[in-house]
Structures are given as C-alpha cells and as structure tokens.
C-alpha cells in the first residue's frame, strides 16, 4: 500500500528551464510534505518542506506547491542547472511522526 | 564536520553472519531512525528512537536489532544475515516533534 508515489521515474530538462517533479498521496492525514535531493552514493539532503496549512513555499529557485484537494504536490525548479541532476523523493508525514516516501524521480538536466 | 556519519561505507559479507552498523549524529537532536532502501529504490522506516527510547519499530524480522546507548548514537545490529538483507541503510535524526529528518551517507551492505 503506496501511500506516496512519484509516477514518472526520470525527467529530462535543458538548462534554464523549469523542472516540474510531481507528487502524489492517498492519506488525508498527512499534514506535513519533504522534498529530498539524493545524490549517487551519498544520504538524501532536505530540500524545502510545507506545512498542509500552507499551498506554497519558496525557497530560491525551489518552489513547492500543496494541492489538498487534489492529494497532489508537486516541486518546481527555476531555472533548472546541470547541478540539479539528482533523484528527488517527496515524502510525508502526520503528528512529526515516520516520514513516508515517494519511489522517486531522477531529474537529468542537459546543458 | 559531518551531521549525521554512518560506519561502514560498504559492507560485504557471507551470509549467516552477524554484522553492526554505527551511526552518531552531532546535530544534538532527540530522535534517531533507520531506514532501508531496497533495490526498487524505496525508502522505508525500520526503527525510531527517541532519548535511546524506541519509538518506532515497523514491520521488521527479529534478527534486526537497534541499540541506542544514548541520544546521539543508534546502531543497528543484523543476526543470520540473508540474501535479502542486502540494501543501502540510512540512518537519519531530528528534534522532536520536527518533521526535518537529516540522513547520513548510507551503509551499502552486499550479502552473499
């Protein structure tokens, strides 16, 4: 039982465009949302959050936005650089307990 | 200065044996976790512990154990290793009540 997925695997986007990283949850109970960036080899490194009171938060080029209705987030990325080639996990949470994870998306950004 | 370390990097072992996993952080957090990542790439909580109290503890063999000998230390310990075990383990920590998990480099255990 999924309660966290990412439906598209990998994403290819050119340099200084935006990317677009989608998320998808089943439980209404989460109230609290993580976007991690992983790279190979290394641990997942916290990205930018958001509270379910919330339906934005920006951070830089990073930008996530909460769509309770839809059970949907999804983290926008502008402009995109080569660096931000990475996998990128959503994950959730409810009552600052377990984090529950997305499969994933690996984002290649072309120059 | 690392926040959360994790020893050994890599792990390759037989299987049957016995083999632990350290991790401290230096972040003076409350709360320690384990989490396996298995070759599907999927990130699932294995234990929590919170002041070397366990707080979580998911659908795990018993052949896993954790041991918290105080706050800033969580290690876990694997009995009659299997093939099946074979996965990178994180630990992570945060402060209490705080969603923000912070992950160590992973430990990349190959059972054979």
């Known amino acids: 039982d999924q309660q966290v997925k990412q439906n598209s695997p990998s994403l290819s986007v050119q340099e200084g465009r935006i990317s677009i990283l989608n998320c998808d949850y089943t439980?209404?109970?989460?109230?609290?949302f993580l976007w991690y960036k992983k790279y190979p080899a290394e641990g997942p490194t916290f990205l930018i959050s958001?509270?379910?009171?919330?339906d934005k938060n920006e951070d830089g080029r990073f930008t996530v936005f909460l769509n309770k209705s839809a059970k949907h987030l999804s983290l926008h990325i502008v402009p995109s650089q080569p660096g931000d080639s990475a996998v990128y996990f959503c994950a959730a949470s409810w009552q600052g307990g377990k984090l529950i994870f997305g499969q994933g998306t690996e984002l290649s950004v072309k120059p | 200065d690392t926040a959360v370390s994790q020893t050994p990097k890599y792990l390759v072992t037989q299987m049957g044996n016995d083999k632990s996993i350290k991790c401290e952080q230096n972040?003076?957090?409350?709360?320690m976790y384990w989490y396996k990542q298995d070759s599907k790439k999927f990130l699932k909580i294995m234990f929590s512990y919170n002041n070397k109290e366990l707080i979580i503890n998911e659908t795990v063999p018993n052949r896993f154990s954790p041991k918290s000998p105080d706050k800033a230390h969580l290690n876990l310990h694997i009995n009659s290793l299997e093939l099946g075990d074979s996965a990178v383990y994180f630990c992570a920590s945060s402060q209490v009540h705080e969603e923000t998990q912070y992950f160590g480099p992973g430990t990349r255990l190959l059972v054979l």
């Open positions: 439980n209404s109970m989460f109230d609290y």
């Open positions: 972040l003076g957090h409350d709360t």
């Open positions: 958001i509270s379910s009171i919330k």
